[in-house]
């Protein structure tokens, strides 16, 4: 990933990475078919068990508000700490083949879905006002991409404190209006 992150995807090669890792070419066919893999490896990196990981820190609360807090803080915190995976996957994203470019859109879909259904689910029960739950769960991956995207703005920051601005940001969409 590092070479990657400062050189491009197309300006590595395969000898170039398996010299930086200490392993014969061969060595490292044995875990990769193209040089694609590489790039994909990557991002499976980022999404690993991630689903999984928001359902079930949603499951262990109460109340719409608390498990939809519970699956952003999740997904935000992954994607935090893993930022410059997540910088080279916008940037290197033209070089996945089709079939990851699929998967990763599916998965992507998979989380926003579960998003707008804690969302929708919130309006229901008038937890929540009404909103375009597929728009502000788009926003909330967008938020929780922000450091890999604009990471200067946060440099000296508490990821904390940043965490809780942007859950803030998004509440402050959801709040019900005064009666």
Same mark, same amino acid.
């Given at each position: &990933? +590092?070479m990657? +992150?400062?050189?491009? $995807?197309?300006?590595i090669?395969? %000898? ?6 200490? &392993? ?7 875990? #990769? %078919?193209t040089? %694609? !893999?590489? *790039?994909? &490896?990557?991002?499976?990196? #980022? %999404?690993?068990n991630?689903?999984? /990981?928001m &359902? ?5 609360? @109460?109340?719409?508000t608390?498990k ?12 935090? !700490?893993?930022s410059n ?8 994203? +033209?070089?996945?083949? /089709?079939?990851a ?5 599916? +998965?992507?879909k998979?989380?926003?879905d $579960?998003f707008? !259904? *804690? #969302? ?6 008038? /937890? $929540?006002r009404?909103v375009?739950? @597929?728009?502000?769960?788009a ?11 604009k990471?200067?703005v946060f ?7 940043? $965490? /809780? !601005? ?14």
């Amino acid at each position: &990933m +590092q070479m990657i +992150q400062q050189r491009g $995807f197309d300006a590595i090669s395969v %000898n170039e990475v398996a010299e930086r890792a200490e &392993m014969s070419i061969g060595g490292l066919y044995r875990h #990769i %078919n193209t040089k %694609n !893999d590489l *790039l994909e &490896m990557v991002c499976d990196e #980022i %999404n690993l068990n991630l689903f999984e /990981e928001m &359902m079930g820190a949603a499951s262990a609360e @109460k109340g719409v508000t608390s498990k939809l807090a519970a699956a952003i803080r999740t997904y935000w915190h992954r994607h935090w !700490d893993s930022s410059n995976a997540v910088l080279v996957a916008y940037r290197e994203y +033209q070089s996945f083949s /089709e079939e990851a470019k699929i998967r990763y859109t599916a +998965q992507e879909k998979q989380i926003a879905d $579960f998003f707008g !259904d *804690l #969302i929708r689910a919130g309006i229901v029960l008038e /937890e $929540f006002r009404i909103v375009d739950e @597929k728009l502000l769960a788009a926003e909330i991956i967008l938020l929780s991409h922000m450091r890999a995207l604009k990471g200067y703005v946060f440099k000296g920051k508490d990821p904390a404190e940043i $965490f /809780e !601005d942007h859950l803030e940001l998004i509440f402050s969409r959801l709040r019900a209006e005064p009666a």
